[in-house]
T-cell receptor, first 115, second 112 residues
Framework: AQSVTQLGSHVSVSEGALVLLRCNYS??????LFWYVQYPNQGLQLLLK??????LVKGINGFEAEFKKSETSFHLTKPSAHMSDAAEYFC?????????????FGTGTRLQVFP | ETGVTQSPTHLIKTRGQQVTLRCSSQ?????VSWYQQALGQGPQFIFQ???????GRGNFPPRFSGLQFPNYSSELNVNALELDDSALYLC???????????FGPGTRLTVT
């Protein structure tokens, strides 16, 4: 069965600093991986996805993630944090078993950005 | 292009009552999935509907049920509400096989 683990429930960075949010996955088939962002009292917005092809994936708002099969990781990075990046971030893997395409989410990482 | 919409935004129910939540999918998306997000947790898959049929279900009891209509909109019904049903309920729509799910803003349900 597919699963994801997000290391660190809270991450704090200064504005302008590197953002690194960690995600490790477990999958019995080649994984489809996603990062979503959730702002307070809102739904989820897709940041980026990896399905096949290039392992470095670029998303919206300057975020990118690298799929590393050998490390079963899909960490999310942004070179320079902005105050508006403060939100909850969820890593997810697509479970495509039994003809159902559902997302399995991690527990989330809350990103705080300090001025 | 209209995104995924959900109604109501918030509601408060009493334990034992029944509730219906509604979702309109993004234009052209014929697959709708429902997720429950408890406070401080990631979303948990409830079930998925495709062409008006349930197309997979997560680990939720039968008192969680759903419908999908010919226009692809969907309802989530929860009977015999329990306190633990308090959560944000998210609807997501997608095209079959696209693997990208587009989420609505959610409905915040509080059970007292």
């Amino acid at each position: 069965a597919q699963s994801v683990t997000q290391l660190g429930s809270h991450v704090s960075v200064s504005e302008g600093a590197l953002v690194l949010l960690r995600c490790n996955y477990s999958s019995s088939v080649p994984p489809y991986l996603f990062w979503y962002v959730q702002y307070p009292n809102q739904g989820l917005q897709l940041l980026l996805k990896y399905t096949t092809g290039a392992t470095l994936v670029k998303g919206i708002n300057g975020f990118e993630a690298e799929f590393k099969k050998s490390e079963t990781s899909f960490h999310l990075t942004k070179p320079s944090a902005h105050m508006s990046d403060a939100a909850e971030y969820f890593c997810a893997v697509s479970d495509r078993s039994y003809n159902t395409d559902k997302l399995i989410f991690g527990t989330g990482t809350r990103l705080q950005v300090f001025p | 292009e209209t995104g995924v919409t959900q109604s109501p935004t918030h509601l408060i129910k009493t334990r034992g009552q029944q509730v219906t939540l509604r979702c309109s999918s993004q234009s052209g998306h014929n697959t709708v999935s429902w997720y429950q997000q408890a406070l401080g947790q990631g979303p948990q898959f409830i079930f998925q509907y495709y062409r008006e049929e349930e197309n997979g279900r997560g680990n939720f009891p039968p008192r969680f049920s759903g419908l999908q209509f010919p226009n692809y909109s969907s309802e989530l019904n929860v009977n015999a509400l329990e306190l633990d049903d308090s959560a944000l309920y998210l609807c997501a729509s997608s095209l079959p096989g696209s693997y990208e799910q587009y989420f609505g803003p959610g409905t915040r349900l509080t059970v007292t």
